[in-house]
T-cell receptor, first 113, second 113 residues
Framework: DTAVSQTPKYLVTQMGNDKSIKCEQN?????MYWYKQDSKKFLKIMFS???????INETVPNRFSPKSPDKAHLNLHINSLELGDSAVYFC????????????FGPGTRLTVT | GDSVTQMEGPVTLSEEAFLTINCTYT??????LFWYVQYPGEGLQLLLK?????DKGSNKGFEATYRKETTSFHLEKGSVQVSDSAVYFC????????????FGAGTRLAVHP
């Protein structure tokens, strides 16, 4: 059973398009995250939701809008894609107050041409 | 602000060599410390963790000790295998509240037969 899953795994699109990435976790965790990994492998937090409430919103352009329909799902919608958005986006989940361990999905590689 | 610094890679070793990857951190307070590993084309997996000073995390032959006095969490393995080739990330997170991970830049390890 996959603990944290993401779709799609690969996404190739043109500048200016709008796209979404979906994430689901079946671990029963109450907190989910989006991280961005750039071409140099550097990982940075973008957003975090706890029980469907946005709790972390780092300095991310307004073109990025996360949505959490329930605590098992966290989606990321990106408007007006730019070349610099090309990266691998990782979803993660954790349970508040328990060992702080985060479980990561396999990543979505987004390529903007 | 809080940050993690790792030794730059790539680290290239022969099989059965001793591995050390240095990690130091800057933090206000007492974070939990983690090592994550990313195998080629995959997401991040937690390798080991330590939640307080002098704790030693260990897994799959890897070890790291939380040293408050030197603000370090160096990763070691006595005898590396080709299958250990991956990118290793040191990270910190704080207890309580919502726990974003702050990552180091990652260190690529290549082990040759």
């Amino acid at each position: 059973d996959t603990a944290v899953s993401q779709t799609p795994k690969y996404l190739v699109t043109q500048m200016g398009n709008d796209k979404s990435i979906k994430c689901e976790q079946n671990l029963g965790h109450d907190t989910m995250y989006w991280y961005k990994q750039d071409s140099k492998k550097f990982l940075k937090i973008m957003f975090s939701y706890n029980n469907k409430e946005l709790i972390i919103n780092e300095t991310v352009p307004n073109r990025f809008s996360p949505k959490s329909p329930d605590k098992a799902h966290l989606n990321l919608h990106i408007n007006s894609l730019e070349l610099g958005d090309s990266a691998v986006y990782f979803c993660a989940s954790s349970q508040t107050g328990y060992s702080y361990e985060q479980y990561f999905g396999p990543g979505t590689r987004l390529t903007v041409t | 602000g809080d940050s993690v610094t790792q030794m730059e890679g790539p680290v290239t070793l022969s099989e059965e060599a001793f591995l050390t990857i240095n990690c130091t951190y800057t933090a206000t307070g007492y974070p939990s410390l983690f090592w994550y590993v990313q195998y080629p084309g995959e997401g991040l997996q937690l390798l080991l963790k330590a939640t307080k000073a002098d704790d030693k995390g260990s897994n799959k032959g890897f070890e790291a000790t939380y040293r408050k006095e030197t603000t370090s969490f160096h990763l070691e393995k006595g005898s590396v295998q080709v299958s250990d080739s991956a990118v290793y990330f040191c990270a910190l997170s704080f207890s309580g509240g919502y726990n974003k991970l702050i990552f180091g830049a990652g260190t690529r390890l290549a082990v040759h037969p």
